[in-house]
Nanobody, 124 residues
Framework: QVQLVESGGGLVQAGGSLRLSCAAS????????MGWFRQAPGKGREIVAA???????LYADSAKGRFTISRDNAKNTVSLQMNSLKPEDTAVYYC??????????????????WGQGTQVTVSS
């Protein structure tokens, strides 16, 4: 079983920055596409960014230009650097892993493993 643990969430002011990290267990980390999703109260879980096993990336339009996803296979970690944060970025952010294909999926239903989530709150 793959274990994913997020860290780095917190409270920041609009315009500030935050870096989220996800630590993954297992020796097959490099096989997985890794994604960051977020969910605000009363809303569905939406993709923020994802990165394939080969380093290809995908970003939601809302994240493009502000957020950067990266991975370090040697450390079994994936990170999300978030800059120019806005109040609408407030949500619980989840780390997820997918191992069925090399394609980067946007839908949360394609990801098999999930972390517990970390709260990001952006004040105005």
């Amino acid at each position: 079983q793959v274990q994913l643990v997020e860290s780095g969430g917190g409270l920041v002011q609009a315009g500030g920055s935050l870096r989220l990290s996800c630590a993954a267990s297992g020796r097959t980390f490099s096989r997985y596409t890794m994604g960051w999703f977020r969910q605000a109260p009363g809303k569905g879980r939406e993709i923020v960014a994802a990165i394939s096993r080969s380093g290809n990336t995908l970003y939601a339009d809302s994240a493009k230009g502000r957020f950067t996803i990266s991975r370090d296979n040697a450390k079994n970690t994936v990170s999300l650097q978030m800059n120019s944060l806005k109040p609408e970025d407030t949500a619980v952010y989840y780390c997820a892993a997918e191992d069925d294909s090399a394609i980067i999926y946007r839908s949360s239903t394609q990801y098999e493993y999930w972390g517990q989530g970390t709260q990001v709150t952006v004040s105005s």
